[in-house]
């Protein structure tokens, strides 16, 4: 089995430039994940592990391979070789380079009678994590992405999803693709914005819905309100006039799925 001490090794300084740059992960079609929760995850969701690197005295090679796959290429690394590589705080000693989906929509396979969150340009990897999570514990039937502004492998994404951005069927689009795949599908799609709207619990998604959350500076788009089925709207009840567009997503969402029996 192999083994890396040094951080200046070729591969090591590879890894690095996966961790910090979306180009370097475009141009491999590789990333890293960094745990084993998200590694088990990832596995389920159907990714490819590529290579293995574990913390000598932290794991087993057989733990690794159980984790991994039986097929996955093992690196033992030292402690000051992990540090370079780790992204977490925590430390659990195992880090895997898997291989990137394409995530394209017209691979996207939304079932009957679907539930979809769909985020316009969400910036901050942090929302979006969040709302894959909600979107993992409410079983949504898709997400979908239109206009992304930010690498779904970002390492902040993988991490704020806790996994999530795994377990989840994604899909990413401009936003005018994703509003003709919608309507391809004959799927409402509610957006939430203040605009011309009616309260969020006041419609009825228990048929095929879109669920559309925009950026918190700029909500939504025009094509998006062109596009609406109803525009929905929080109603604010506070000193402020609107919420953490995570936070939001989660409220629709929920509303949702209480209406169709959870």
Same mark, same amino acid.
């Given at each position: 089995m192999k083994q890396i001490t040094s951080p200046q090794n070729p591969l090591i300084k590879h890894l690095v430039q996966l961790q910090e740059k979306a180009k370097a992960r475009r141009q491999s079609g590789?990333?890293?994940?960094?745990?084993?929760?998200?590694?088990?995850?990832?596995? =389920?969701?159907? #990714?490819?592990?590529?290579? $293995?690197?574990f913390m000598e005295g932290m794991?087993?090679?057989?733990?690794? =391979?159980?984790?991994?796959?039986?097929?996955?290429?093992?690196?033992?690394?030292?402690?000051?070789? #992990?540090? =370079?590589? $780790?992204?977490r705080d925590t430390t659990e000693g195992i880090i895997a380079v898997a291989k990137t989906k394409s995530?394209?929509?017209?691979?996207?396979?939304?079932? !009957?009678?679907?539930?979809?969150?769909?985020?316009? $340009?969400?910036? =901050?990897?942090?929302?979006?994590?969040?709302?894959?999570?909600?979107? !993992?514990?409410?079983?949504l039937d898709a997400v979908i992405i239109a206009n992304p502004k930010s690498d779904l492998y970002n390492p902040n994404i993988v991490r704020s999803s806790v996994g999530c951005l795994f377990t989840n069927n994604i899909a990413v689009g401009?936003?005018?693709?994703?509003?003709?795949?919608? %309507?391809? %599908?004959?799927?409402?799609?509610?957006?939430?914005?203040?605009?011309?709207s009616a309260q969020y619990h006041t419609? !009825?998604?228990?048929? $095929?819905?879109?669920?559309?959350?925009?950026?918190?500076a700029t909500g939504l788009t025009d094509e998006w309100r062109a596009a609406s089925t109803k525009n929905i709207i929080i109603p604010m009840q506070g000193a402020i006039d609107s919420m953490n567009v995570s936070v939001a997503a989660a409220i629709l969402i929920f509303e949702a799925k209480r209406q169709r029996g959870f």
């Open positions: 590789t990333f890293l994940i960094e745990g084993q929760r998200e590694i088990e995850l990832a596995r =389920k969701g159907g #990714y490819e592990i590529e290579t $293995a690197l794991l087993t090679e057989n733990e690794v =391979k159980t984790l991994a796959g039986r097929q996955t290429e093992l690196i033992e690394i030292s402690r000051e070789v #992990y540090q =370079k590589l $780790a992204y995530l394209r929509l017209e691979d996207l396979e939304p079932g !009957d009678n679907p539930l979809i969150l769909v985020m316009e $340009a969400t910036e =901050k990897p942090g929302n979006i994590g969040a709302m894959l999570r909600t979107a !993992d514990a409410a079983n401009t936003t005018e693709e994703v509003i003709a795949f919608l %309507k391809s %599908k004959n799927i409402n799609i509610y957006c939430a914005t203040l605009q011309d419609q !009825d998604y228990t048929e $095929a819905s879109a669920l559309v959350v925009g950026t918190e």
